[in-house]
């Protein structure tokens, strides 16, 4: 299994806090992130909800004209370089840093890699084609690709921190940043590194979440509880964005510095359906493989697992493949063991969403605390068997689990231990 | 000619100062006020008050030197020029730009020859 990994430093900019203790504070009074909202003007699509951001706007592709809060001054010369979801990032890493108590050398020792999720901005990448379009390739914005493709978190932010040890992006959709705190262990464990940072990251944006409606894999339902896994009614996810920054550091890095450590990465496993482009395997075999495979890396028995974060977006097909899994993979132990989605309160953040459940299972543990199932007022029958609490309550934990699934049906899951 | 309204849009944002420099600039075409414009650009770029900075607004102030300026700051600046008034600057005709006097020279050139042409 080799040395520990612990988490030790956290940020946050999502629907449900822009920071940890606005986080904490969500999950404790079960308080939703998602509210009624149309992306476009008009807006002629089905979708009434999103997870929205608070404290940000980007009323045009013109980094002159966003705003953000006033808490926190972004470098002017980094500013014009990012997307919406690299000033999320920004800010995540900012809190993460004074949270940590990492010193600012220490990010350019060789020492401290970037391993970040995102999808790029289609939000700016759209409008830089079009101007391309439209001006017959006469003109561009020189900052157009860096701040728009796949990849741009790991250019902005590397350059702007320094960074000299490993900086790279993990791309496998909605498992993306779970596959970044997984590798990013791996270089802790083998002792590549002995600090990794790793960010996950999406726009909150028409460009981000609409297209998912032509793949009908988006709620129509408005407002609040449109995001309802497990449940009966559920008819699909709705979109969030924002970032989540978690600091990844070595035994011997903690100490040395005098850091805190808030949980463990104890171990990880994954696993790949081989089945669908977009839809998991019915039976959700590759997310239970993934699951043993974590256990067996962090050395845990089934029935020591104390809590499952689950992946459970709200669709209809994939919550019930991941139910399928879970009961595969808890077998006798499933009535004892809490399973909750923090979607409901959440949205799905695409690449952010392994990186933001990751932070808040590390909330969980420090605080021994589980999420309720927002949202959950008629349990799809086909999920009887599962411990599925509707409100969050007090429970000892010692060892978590947090899944995560994406497009081609790649399955992550994650092991936490508390510190 | 560029529109008032297709100005304030590409330069949402911007300071007044700067806005309204290049709305006079586009009135009159006079050099002063394509100077004006083109500091009041750059020095938002960089994050720079040009007021509370008069000392880095002479002519002979070094770009790279004593602004800190990089060639995307550079590349970021003519993309507003070439945006704003539909030309395109050639990357070798900025091998020269050195200093600030360097800078506005240059875009005057370019401003003469859309001139010319209109």
């Known amino acids: ?419 | 000619m560029i529109s008032e309204i297709t100005i304030r849009e590409k330069l949402a944002g911007y300071p007044e100062p700067v806005l309204e420099a290049c709305l006079r600039y586009r009135q009159d075409r006079r050099h002063e006020d394509l100077d004006s414009l083109i500091v009041g650009v750059l020095f938002f770029l960089l994050d720079l008050d040009p007021g509370a900075n008069p000392d880095k607004l002479g002519d002979a102030t070094r770009l790279r030197e004593d602004l800190q300026v990089e060639s995307i700051t550079i590349a970021e600046l003519l993309f507003v020029v070439e945006d704003l008034f539909d030309v395109e600057v050639a990357n070798q005709d900025l091998a020269q730009v050195r200093t600030l006097g360097d800078l506005k020279r240059f875009l005057r050139s370019i401003s003469d020859s859309i001139n010319s042409i209109e």
């Not at chain 1, 599925?388 to 049906?409: C, D, M, T």
């Open chain 1, 1 to 419: 299994m080799g040395e520990g990994v612990h988490i030790s430093g956290l940020g946050f900019i999502s629907s449900i806090g822009n920071n940890a203790k606005q986080v904490l504070e969500s999950l404790r009074e079960h308080r939703s992130g998602i509210e009624y909202h149309r992306f476009l003007e008009p807006d002629l699509s089905r979708v009434r909800s999103g997870g929205t951001v608070k404290g940000f706007s980007f009323p045009s592709h013109g980094w002159a004209t966003w705003t953000f809060p006033e808490h926190l001054e972004v470098p002017r010369n980094l500013l014009r370089s990012l997307s919406p979801h690299g000033l999320y990032a920004y800010y995540a890493v900012e809190e993460m840093l004074a949270h940590s108590g990492l010193s600012r050398d220490a990010l350019s020792d060789g020492q401290t890699g970037l391993f970040c999720a995102s999808a790029g901005s289609p939000f700016l990448l759209h409008h830089y084609l079009k101007q391309m379009d439209e001006s017959g390739g006469k003109r561009g914005h020189p900052l157009g690709v860096v701040s728009s493709i796949s990849g741009t978190l790991n250019f902005t932010l590397g350059a702007h921190y320094g960074i000299r040890g490993g900086n790279l992006g993990f791309v496998s959709a909605c498992a993306s940043s779970s596959h970044a705190l997984a590798y990013a262990s791996e270089e802790i464990r083998h002792g590549r590194h002995e600090r990794m940072i790793v960010v996950g990251a999406e726009d909150f944006t028409a460009e981000s979440i609409l297209p998912f409606a032509a793949m009908r894999a988006l709620s129509f339902q408005e407002g609040t509880k449109a995001s309802r896994p497990f449940d009966a009614a559920r008819d699909g996810f709705v979109g969030t964005g924002g970032a989540a920054c978690l600091l990844l550091e070595s035994e011997a890095s903690l100490s040395a510095r005098g850091g805190k450590s808030l949980a463990r990465l104890a171990g990880w496993g994954q696993a790949s359906d081989g089945f669908d482009m977009t839809n998991s395997d019915p039976e959700g075999t590759g997310l239970t493989t993934a699951m043993n495979k974590a256990i067996k890396d962090a050395g845990w028995t089934t029935s020591e697992v104390d809590y499952i974060n689950a992946h459970a977006t709200s669709t209809p097909v994939g919550d019930l493949s991941e139910g399928k899994a879970i009961r595969a993979f808890l077998g006798p132990a499933i009535e004892g063991i809490p399973v909750s989605s923090t979607k409901g309160l959440t949205g799905h953040g695409l690449s952010l969403a392994g990186a933001l459940e990751a932070g808040i299972c590390t909330l969980c543990l420090q605080n021994q605390l589980i999420p309720g199932n927002a949202n959950l007022e008629s349990v799809d029958p086909a999920f009887a068997e599962l411990l599925l609490p509707v409100s969050p309550e007090p429970r000892a934990l010692n060892k978590i689990l947090s899944n995560s699934s994406g497009f081609g049906g790649s399955n992550v899951c994650l092991a936490f231990e508390k510190a």
